[in-house]
Each structure stands twice: as structure tokens, then as C-alpha cells.
């Protein structure tokens, strides 16, 4: 084996380049793309390189039985090596009875995984493949915090969940990362297979093929002391957040919500802030995550429940002269907020919370000039959210409610839900009613304001009862394979739940409820559903890339934007904000008082003293032809009080989310020749003879690419603070 080596080191010695190419490879692992350091009020998860887990042998593990091998540490099959392994693992196979054996190997430095060819339906309920938890955002649930219940206690999670804590609350010993480009992947298997794989007869022998990963954090510990830091230095932290470019070890996860308001909320000339209007929310959110947090798309815990939504807001703009008669006769007024964070313990939604409290939403007050009257916690009566839309066993959807506070005045409540019931039978589905013990609400965005006050009432619409049936919320495997059957329910049951939508806001703001009011656009869910789930990306439908008219790469054209990844993390460099921004200015806004603008520079000037209304210059998905349009839609970064250096010191507690991400460093990947002691002196030289040959082969194969520096000073991990 040796002398082969020799032999083709010297013959390719001279072309040194393209035995390299073959073999010998540096891969750039994209940002997000490995798993690295978040922490909560107490706590650090996630990964960091140590010297323990940088280096490894390249093994594989293709079938549950493999696993097994992780207690041996390969040794039968590699008996003369003692150092560690990087584990090559179709994602799929992370499991209940695989996760203790990954977490509590000895012989593992990493994992890399990747997307395994087994694709699997919407429908599909043998794997639970759940990266969260049990239950749900547990800590920060108002039955748990408010006393009546005991931490974790309805378990809404626990068929799908891995673990009971999720995966994202794993302080792991080993490295990850995640590997979706075909090249790479080949690369890695090939290397694998030429030298690791044992031969016929069960042996293998230097060299091997050996893989070198670093992610360094620069911060451990957990977020208070992160906290304390950038408290003590707010101003970096102030002007990272603003430009992502001062030097920081950890900052909070905060990303754009986005609040859409279809009828306009009284504007005051100063600071009067007397009481005016009642208002229900129509609340979804916009995140989820998985292991390796930023490859998770959502398709069921976000994409499908936001469709139902803009489809309802493209109705009502639709109708919205009606909407607005209503609201100015009944005085109550709907609008639409899609939450960043929510699956981090409500970042979005606790946020708003405590700025309506503090009478600073939408906006802060502002003497100067008018303001819109501040949407107060006292003035929101319902939270009107949809989850997990389009996985609905059978034809039967729930609604969830808040038992004690839909005690105090039924009425309302009850009319709200008999809309909804006629909006999703005429649709062919089937509602029930909460009832005895299942009048708690479920985890959702409502808890944040059930927290902040003690009136505003919830109506969750989802397809679980007591369980989620869907067995991969927030995971790295939330992302279907769907027939054309299964697409073709999911879009009825968008359709029908985005019509209970309209019927439940109609009936609160005083609106009939009729063909025309509650009619949603089946062909716009259509396309929707294949712009924003079927497509690989963003942009690759024709609707969303007239849509975009050329302005979404002249925004951004680094790597994390061309991903398809609904994951909030401490610096916006996911492009979903922008496509649900623009999708909402286009179920929402009008051009009808605008038709005579045909620049962007006079359509902005529109938008300069206004309080209310913003002004875009924005194509129209059908026709590509640009107009001004009018709107009153927020875009709006939400940072956790808890967490905000510029929020006072006691709202650190444990009402807010306190979720924070490590700065960190990605190394490449590099794949290597693993030889034993000895041959290092052969290998040196092998680097003179090659050096004689060819000096470029000495640069670009320096003994270093080819042996394992055991000498190497200690890699440490990110120095606590
Ligand atoms: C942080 O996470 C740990 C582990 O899940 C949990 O025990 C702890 O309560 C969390 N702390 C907060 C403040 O949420
Ligand atoms: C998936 O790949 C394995 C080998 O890598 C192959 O045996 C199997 O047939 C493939 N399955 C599908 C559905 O393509
Ligand atoms: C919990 O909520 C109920 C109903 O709003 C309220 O009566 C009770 O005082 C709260 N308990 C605590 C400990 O906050
Ligand atoms: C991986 O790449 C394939 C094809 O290039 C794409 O369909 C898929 O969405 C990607 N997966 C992730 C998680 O990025
Ligand atoms: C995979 O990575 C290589 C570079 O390593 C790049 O040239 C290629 O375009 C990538 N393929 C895909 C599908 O992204
Ligand atoms: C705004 O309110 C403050 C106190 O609430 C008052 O002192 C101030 O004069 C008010 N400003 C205007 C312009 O009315
Ligand atoms: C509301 O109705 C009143 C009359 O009933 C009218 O004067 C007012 O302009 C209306 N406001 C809006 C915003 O339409």
C-alpha cells in the first residue's frame, strides 16, 4: 500500500495538481451550513471545534445497523488506527434510538450530514423527525409562567419530538455539518470508498482518508453573560446590529417581522394616546429551525399557514372598500402580523407585546410630527392564529381557545367560531369546537399576550387536537415530497382555512359575511404553493420573479440568500422577510390614488411626512409592469427586551426570549491521506523528490495536506467571558 503511494506521489508528483483534484480537496462549507454555539438565559448548545473532534477518519453510516458501530469505534475494521471519526449520516437517519448513540460516542469527532434520497410525503407518520421538543417553546408558556400548569405539561410534540428537549437545546461534543452540493458529497463518498472501505476480505491498511473541520465560536457560556457584555459596550453592539461589521462575540436573535394593517388606524396630531379601537390579529409565523439551524425550510410549520394568510389579505385588499366601511362603523379593525422567532420562545410576538405595553407600536411616539395612535395591549381583543395548515387528517380542523378568558364573555367568541366552521365547510371540512379539558391554547403567539394581559382572548385554527400529527415540525425534514393529490389537498385546506379567516374577521369587524367578502383566489394558493414550497428557491417561478423585477440581487447576492431557510439568527441574511414583505404589499396595497406616478424617486417622495402609509415601487406579479403602491405595512426588527442592550436591566427575566448565537468562524473542510508515524519521514522525502520535480507541486501539496499533525497546538474552544 505504501510503496502505491510512493508510486503515484512521485509519478504525480509533477501533477500534483490533478491527483489532487481527484482526491485531495478543500471544500468551503457555507455559512449555516454546519452547526455552531446558541444560548439561552442559562444555558450554552450547539457545537464547538476542540482538539478532540477536528479530525477523523471517514466512515459511514447508511442503515440503522451501522450505528452499532459507534460502540466498537470501527476498531474491527480499523484496528491499527486509534484516532477519531467523522461519521457521514443521511439526515433521515437521525432518529430516537440513533441520537443517544451519536451523542454519547467516544470515538466520533462529527457528523456530516446529508439529504438522503428517501424523500418523504406530508402524509408520512412513522418517522418522528422533530427537532424541537416535547413541548414547544415550555419555558416560556403562559399556563407554565402564570402557575396553572406544570412546566411541559401538555405535551403537544411528543410524537414527533426526538427528544423531549430538541435538538436545539443539545450541547453537543461533536462537530456538524450539513452538505446539500452533489459535488462535494461525491467527493467526500469516493474518498471514502478508495481507502476506508474495507477489502474482500475484510481488512483495510493505510492510508486512509481522513477529514479536518474547524467552527470556532467566539462565545461561550450562556446569553446573560453575552448580555452583560453588550451592555457594557451597546454601542458595538447598536452599530453591529445596524451594519453587521463592528467585532462581536454573540448577538441576539432578531430578524424583520412584518405588520400589515388593510384599514388605517386613527392618526393623532401629537401625543394623545386616549383609547379609540379594538383590533384582532391575524397571526402566523415565520421561522423554524432544525439541528443545523439555517438548512430548515418549514414548509408545514411556516410556508403553508402563510399562504392561507396572504391569500385572506389579498381578499380583503381585494374588497377593501367594504372592510373599510365596517371598520369605521364598528370601530374594530383586523390586522395581519407574521412573527420572526416564534419558534425561539416568541421573540416576535414578546417583543410586540412589551412595545404595546409601552404604547410604541407600531411606532414609537413622536412629538414632531403625527403619529399613528399606538395600538395598545387593552385595545387587542383576539389573536387570531393557523398552524400546521395542509396536513389535516381527513377533512377536520380544530380551533383552539382560552377557556377562563372565553368564559367571561362567550358571545363573541362563539360567533367567531361558527364563522369559522361555515367558512371550512364550504370548503367540505369539518370543525370541532374546543371542549372540557382541551380549552387551553396550544403553544402559539397568543401566549406572549396572554402574558402581558389578562383580557385578549385566542382562536388558534389547526388540523391537531391534543397531539401534533405532523411528525417534523421544526426540523431539518420538513420538506415534502408531495403528489400531486397530496399538493391538491394541501391547497384545498389553504383555501379553506384562509376563507375562516375572512369569515371570522368579517364577523368581528361587522361585515357580512358574503360570496364576495369571504371569496379567497384558489389559483392565487395555487401559485403560491408552487412559488414558495415546489420551487428550490425564492425566485424560480415566473409569478415571484416578476414579482421581484430585478430588485432582489441588487439587494443581495451573498451565499445565505440563496437559500431557501426560514431560520432567525442574529444577523438578517435570510432573503424570506423580503419575499413576504413584497408578497404582503401585494395582497395589500393599491395603486388606485397613485396611477399618475411613474417614477420610484416621485413614488418615494410620496412616503416622506406620512405616519400611516409607505409608498413602493413594485412590479405586479402578473404583468411585471412597476407601480406605486400604497400601503400601511410595517417591516419591522424585533429584539427580545430581554436581550436589547437599550431595554432596562430587569427585563431579563424569563417572560422574553433570551435566545443569542455565537460569532463564529467556519474553516473549510479539508480531506487528507492518513498515513502512520513512519511514513511521515517517507513523506518528507517524497515532499523533496516532489520538490525537485515541480515547485508548484510543493505549494499546493505540502506534506502538511497530507499527514494528520499530531503536534498541533490545542485547539481551544471559544474562551468562556
Ligand atoms: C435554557 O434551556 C435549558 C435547557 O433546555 C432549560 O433547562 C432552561 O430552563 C432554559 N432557560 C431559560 C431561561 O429559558
Ligand atoms: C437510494 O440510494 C441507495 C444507495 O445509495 C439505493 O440503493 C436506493 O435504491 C436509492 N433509493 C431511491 C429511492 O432512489
Ligand atoms: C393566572 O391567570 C388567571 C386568569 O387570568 C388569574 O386569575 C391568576 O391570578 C393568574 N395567576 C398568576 C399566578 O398569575
Ligand atoms: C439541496 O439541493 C437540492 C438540489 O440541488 C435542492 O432541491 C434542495 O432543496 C437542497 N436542500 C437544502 C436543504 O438546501
Ligand atoms: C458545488 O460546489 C462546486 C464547488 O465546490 C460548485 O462549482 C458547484 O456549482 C456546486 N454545485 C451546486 C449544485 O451548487
Ligand atoms: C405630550 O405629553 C406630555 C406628558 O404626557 C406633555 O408634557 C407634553 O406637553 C405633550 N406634548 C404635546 C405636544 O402635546
Ligand atoms: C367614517 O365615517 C364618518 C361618517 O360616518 C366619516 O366622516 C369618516 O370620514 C369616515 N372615516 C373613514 C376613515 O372612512
Same mark, same amino acid.
Given at each position: 500500500?505504501?510503496?502505491?503511494?510512493?508510486?503515484?506521489?512521485?509519478?504525480?508528483?509533477?501533477?500534483?495538481?490533478?491527483?489532487?483534484?481527484?482526491?485531495?480537496?478543500?471544500?468551503?462549507?457555507?455559512?449555516?451550513?454546519?452547526?455552531?454555539?446558541?444560548?439561552?438565559?442559562?444555558?450554552?448548545?450547539?457545537?464547538?471545534?476542540?482538539?478532540?473532534?477536528?479530525?477523523?477518519?471517514?466512515?459511514?453510516?447508511?442503515?440503522?445497523?451501522?450505528?452499532?458501530?459507534?460502540?466498537?469505534?470501527? %476498531?474491527?475494521?480499523?484496528?491499527?488506527?486509534?484516532?477519531?471519526?467523522?461519521?457521514?449520516?443521511?439526515?433521515?437517519?437521525?432518529?430516537?434510538?440513533?441520537?443517544?448513540?451519536?451523542?454519547?460516542?467516544?470515538?466520533?469527532?462529527?457528523?456530516?450530514?446529508?439529504?438522503?434520497?428517501?424523500?418523504?410525503?406530508?402524509?408520512?407518520?412513522?418517522?418522528?423527525?422533530?427537532?424541537?421538543?416535547?413541548?414547544?417553546?415550555?419555558?416560556?408558556?403562559?399556563?407554565?409562567?402564570?402557575?396553572?400548569?406544570?412546566?411541559?405539561?401538555?405535551?403537544?410534540?411528543?410524537?414527533?419530538?426526538?427528544?423531549?428537549?430538541?435538538?436545539?437545546?443539545?450541547?453537543?461534543?461533536?462537530?456538524?455539518?450539513?452538505?446539500?452540493?452533489?459535488?462535494? $458529497?461525491?467527493?467526500?463518498?469516493?474518498?471514502?470508498?478508495?481507502?476506508?472501505?474495507?477489502?474482500?476480505?475484510?481488512?483495510?491498511?493505510?492510508?486512509?482518508?481522513?477529514?479536518?473541520?474547524?467552527?470556532?465560536?467566539?462565545?461561550?457560556?450562556?446569553?446573560?453573560?453575552?448580555?452583560?457584555?453588550?451592555?457594557?459596550?451597546?454601542?458595538?453592539?447598536?452599530?453591529?446590529?445596524?451594519?453587521?461589521?463592528?467585532?462581536?462575540?454573540?448577538?441576539?436573535?432578531?430578524?424583520?417581522?412584518?405588520?400589515?394593517?388593510?384599514?388605517?388606524?386613527?392618526?393623532?396630531?401629537?401625543?394623545?394616546?386616549?383609547?379609540?379601537?379594538?383590533?384582532?390579529?391575524?397571526?402566523?409565523?415565520?421561522?423554524?429551525?432544525?439541528?443545523?439551524?439555517?438548512?430548515?425550510?418549514?414548509?408545514?410549520?411556516?410556508?403553508?399557514?402563510?399562504?392561507?394568510?396572504?391569500?385572506?389579505?389579498?381578499?380583503?385588499?381585494?374588497?377593501? #372598500?367594504?372592510?373599510?366601511?365596517?371598520?369605521?362603523?364598528?370601530?374594530?379593525?383586523?390586522?395581519?402580523?407574521?412573527?420572526?422567532?416564534?419558534?425561539?420562545?416568541?421573540?416576535?410576538?414578546?417583543?410586540?407585546?412589551?412595545?404595546?405595553?409601552?404604547?410604541?407600536?407600531?411606532?414609537?411616539?413622536?412629538?414632531?410630527?403625527?403619529?399613528?395612535?399606538?395600538?395598545?395591549?387593552?385595545?387587542?381583543?383576539?389573536?387570531?392564529?393557523?398552524?400546521?395548515?395542509?396536513?389535516?387528517?381527513?377533512?377536520?380542523?380544530?380551533?383552539?381557545?382560552?377557556?377562563? %378568558?372565553?368564559?367571561?364573555?362567550?358571545?363573541?367568541?362563539?360567533?367567531?367560531?361558527?364563522?369559522?366552521?361555515?367558512?371550512?365547510?364550504?370548503?367540505?371540512?369539518?370543525?370541532?369546537?374546543?371542549?372540557?379539558?382541551?380549552?387551553?391554547?396550544?403553544?402559539?403567539?397568543?401566549?406572549?399576550?396572554?402574558?402581558?394581559?389578562?383580557?385578549?382572548?385566542?382562536?388558534?385554527?389547526?388540523?391537531?387536537?391534543?397531539?401534533?400529527?405532523?411528525?417534523?415540525?421544526?426540523?431539518?425534514?420538513?420538506?415534502?415530497?408531495?403528489?400531486?393529490?397530496?399538493?391538491?389537498?394541501?391547497?384545498?385546506?389553504?383555501?379553506?382555512?384562509?376563507?375562516?379567516?375572512?369569515?371570522?374577521?368579517?364577523?368581528?369587524?361587522?361585515?357580512?359575511?358574503?360570496?364576495?367578502?369571504?371569496?379567497?383566489?384558489?389559483?392565487?394558493?395555487?401559485?403560491?404553493?408552487?412559488?414558495?414550497?415546489?420551487?428550490?428557491?425564492?425566485?424560480?417561478?415566473?409569478?415571484?420573479?416578476?414579482?421581484?423585477?430585478?430588485?432582489?440581487?441588487? $439587494?443581495?447576492?451573498?451565499?445565505?440568500?440563496?437559500?431557501?431557510?426560514?431560520?432567525?439568527?442574529?444577523?438578517?441574511?435570510?432573503?424570506?422577510?423580503?419575499?413576504?414583505?413584497?408578497?404582503?404589499?401585494?395582497?395589500?396595497?393599491?395603486?388606485? #390614488?397613485?396611477?399618475?406616478?411613474?417614477?420610484?424617486?416621485?413614488?418615494?417622495?410620496?412616503?416622506?411626512?406620512?405616519?400611516?402609509?409607505?409608498?413602493?415601487?413594485?412590479?405586479?406579479?402578473?404583468?411585471?409592469?412597476?407601480?406605486?403602491?400604497?400601503?400601511?405595512?410595517?417591516?419591522?426588527?424585533?429584539?427580545?427586551?430581554?436581550?436589547?442592550?437599550?431595554?432596562? #436591566?430587569?427585563?431579563?427575566?424569563?417572560?422574553?426570549?433570551?435566545?443569542?448565537?455565537?460569532?463564529?468562524?467556519?474553516?473549510?473542510?479539508?480531506?487528507?491521506?492518513?498515513?502512520?508515524?513512519?511514513?511521515?519521514?517517507?513523506?518528507?522525502?517524497?515532499?523533496?523528490?516532489?520538490?525537485?520535480?515541480?515547485?508548484?507541486?510543493?505549494?499546493?501539496?505540502?506534506?502538511?495536506?497530507?499527514?494528520?499533525?499530531?503536534?498541533?497546538?490545542?485547539?481551544?474552544?471559544?474562551?468562556?467571558?
Amino acid at each position: 500500500m505504501k510503496l502505491w503511494i510512493v508510486l503515484i506521489l512521485i509519478i504525480g508528483g509533477v501533477q500534483c495538481d490533478g491527483f489532487s483534484d481527484q482526491v485531495f480537496k478543500t471544500l468551503n462549507i457555507g455559512e449555516g451550513n454546519a452547526c455552531y454555539r446558541t444560548f439561552n438565559k442559562t444555558h450554552e448548545f450547539g457545537c464547538q471545534a476542540t482538539k478532540d473532534n477536528e479530525n477523523g477518519l471517514i466512515v459511514r453510516i447508511d442503515k440503522h445497523e451501522d450505528f452499532k458501530n459507534l460502540d466498537s469505534c470501527w %476498531r474491527s475494521f480499523y484496528p491499527s488506527y486509534s484516532g477519531k471519526f467523522w461519521a457521514m449520516v443521511p439526515v433521515d437517519l437521525i432518529r430516537r434510538d440513533s441520537i443517544s448513540m451519536l451523542k454519547s460516542s467516544d470515538c466520533l469527532a462529527g457528523i456530516v450530514l446529508y439529504n438522503s434520497n428517501q424523500s418523504m410525503h406530508p402524509d408520512e407518520k412513522t418517522t418522528a423527525a422533530s427537532h424541537d421538543g416535547d413541548c414547544p417553546n415550555a419555558a416560556s408558556d403562559y399556563y407554565f409562567q402564570n402557575d396553572t400548569e406544570a412546566y411541559c405539561e401538555r405535551k403537544f410534540n411528543s410524537r414527533g419530538s426526538i427528544t423531549p428537549d430538541g435538538l436545539m437545546r443539545m450541547d453537543w461534543r461533536v462537530q456538524m455539518i450539513f452538505i446539500n452540493n452533489s459535488t462535494d $458529497l461525491d467527493v467526500i463518498k469516493r474518498c471514502y470508498s478508495m481507502f476506508n472501505t474495507p477489502r474482500e476480505d475484510g481488512s483495510t491498511g493505510y492510508p486512509y482518508c481522513g477529514m479536518s473541520f474547524r467552527m470556532t465560536n467566539m462565545a461561550a457560556g450562556n446569553s446573560e453573560i453575552c448580555y452583560r457584555r453588550g451592555k457594557n459596550d451597546a454601542k458595538l453592539f447598536q452599530m453591529n446590529i445596524d451594519s453587521g461589521d463592528a467585532p462581536q462575540l454573540c448577538g441576539a436573535m432578531h430578524s424583520d417581522n412584518i405588520f400589515a394593517f388593510p384599514t388605517p388606524i386613527p392618526t393623532t396630531p401629537f401625543n394623545d394616546t386616549h383609547h379609540s379601537s379594538k383590533y384582532m390579529m391575524v397571526a402566523s409565523r415565520m421561522d423554524s429551525f432544525g439541528m443545523i439551524p439555517e438548512v430548515s425550510v418549514g414548509e408545514v410549520s411556516v410556508l403553508t399557514s402563510i399562504i392561507s394568510v396572504l391569500a385572506a389579505a389579498r381578499s380583503m385588499g381585494d374588497n377593501i #372598500e367594504k372592510w373599510k366601511k365596517a371598520s369605521n362603523v364598528s370601530n374594530r379593525n383586523i390586522f395581519f402580523s407574521f412573527f420572526n422567532g416564534e419558534s425561539l420562545d416568541y421573540i416576535g410576538s414578546g417583543t410586540t407585546a412589551y412595545q404595546m405595553g409601552k404604547g410604541m407600536f407600531p411606532q414609537s411616539l413622536r412629538e414632531d410630527r403625527a403619529h399613528i395612535h399606538p395600538v395598545l395591549l387593552e385595545e387587542l381583543e383576539y389573536v387570531l392564529e393557523v398552524q400546521q395548515v395542509g396536513v389535516a387528517e381527513g377533512r377536520k380542523y380544530y380551533v383552539h381557545i382560552d377557556g377562563d %378568558r372565553y368564559d367571561q364573555d362567550r358571545t363573541p367568541t362563539d360567533k367567531i367560531m361558527d364563522k369559522i366552521e361555515r367558512g371550512l365547510r364550504s370548503h367540505g371540512f369539518d370543525l370541532e369546537k374546543p371542549s372540557g379539558s382541551q380549552r387551553k391554547v396550544p403553544p402559539s403567539s397568543w401566549h406572549s399576550f396572554a402574558k402581558a394581559d389578562s383580557k385578549v382572548k385566542a382562536v388558534l385554527i389547526a388540523p391537531f387536537k391534543e397531539e401534533y400529527d405532523y411528525k417534523r415540525i421544526n426540523s431539518i425534514l420538513d420538506k415534502n415530497q408531495w403528489t400531486s393529490d397530496e399538493k391538491e389537498k394541501a391547497v384545498q385546506e389553504i383555501e379553506a382555512v384562509a376563507t375562516s379567516i375572512l369569515a371570522a374577521s368579517a364577523e368581528y369587524v361587522g361585515l357580512e359575511t358574503d360570496d364576495v367578502v369571504a371569496k379567497v383566489d384558489k389559483k392565487l394558493v395555487t401559485t403560491l404553493f408552487e412559488c414558495l414550497i415546489t420551487s428550490n428557491f425564492w425566485f424560480d417561478c415566473d409569478f415571484m420573479q416578476k414579482l421581484d423585477g430585478g430588485r432582489y440581487h441588487k $439587494l443581495f447576492d451573498s451565499y445565505g440568500f440563496n437559500e431557501k431557510s426560514t431560520y432567525i439568527s442574529m444577523e438578517t441574511h435570510t432573503a424570506f422577510p423580503t419575499v413576504l414583505h413584497w408578497l404582503t404589499i401585494f395582497a395589500l396595497g393599491s395603486d388606485k #390614488e397613485t396611477l399618475n406616478v411613474k417614477s420610484e424617486k416621485s413614488c418615494s417622495h410620496l412616503g416622506q411626512f406620512q405616519a400611516m402609509y409607505t409608498y413602493t415601487w413594485q412590479p405586479s406579479p402578473y404583468t411585471g409592469s412597476f407601480s406605486c403602491l400604497k400601503s400601511a405595512i410595517v417591516k419591522k426588527v424585533m429584539v427580545s427586551p430581554a436581550v436589547d442592550p437599550s431595554t432596562p #436591566e430587569e427585563e431579563m427575566n424569563t417572560r422574553y426570549s433570551t435566545w443569542m448565537e455565537s460569532v463564529y468562524i467556519i474553516e473549510n473542510v479539508n480531506l487528507y491521506l492518513m498515513e502512520d508515524s513512519s511514513f511521515e519521514y517517507t513523506m518528507l522525502i517524497i515532499s523533496v523528490i516532489s520538490a525537485l520535480l515541480s515547485m508548484i507541486a510543493v505549494i499546493r501539496c505540502s506534506e502538511a495536506t497530507f499527514i494528520v499533525d499530531e503536534g498541533e497546538p490545542a485547539a481551544e474552544g471559544g474562551e468562556p467571558l
